[in-house]
């Protein structure tokens, strides 16, 4: 990914393109967007199949791995203090 910032030595940013900065900023808030959306509606997802008893089926397992993926991304985001 190609940097439409630079950090300035007092701790700000200047904006290198300003449209190409504002294009990468919506695409990385359709991104944020997207994973929040998919917090609340993946643990809707695994109580069905836990319901249904398919607790070990590749479905329900490939959802538990994606509420992993998303979890640790979303705590990563907070360290950057991104939310």
Do not use: C, H
């Not at 030595?9 to 991104?31: C, H, M, P, Q």
């Amino acid at each position: 990914m190609e940097r439409q910032t630079r950090k300035k030595e007092n701790g700000t940013y200047e904006i290198i393109n300003v449209e190409k900065a504002a294009e990468s900023l919506a695409r990385f808030e359709d991104l944020y967007e997207y994973v929040i959306d998919r917090e609340t509606s993946i643990p809707e997802e695994l109580a069905k199949l836990r319901n249904e008893g398919k607790e070990k089926s590749f479905k329900f397992r490939e959802y538990m791995g994606q509420k992993l993926l998303n979890t640790s991304f979303i705590s990563l985001l907070k360290q950057f203090k991104i939310d």
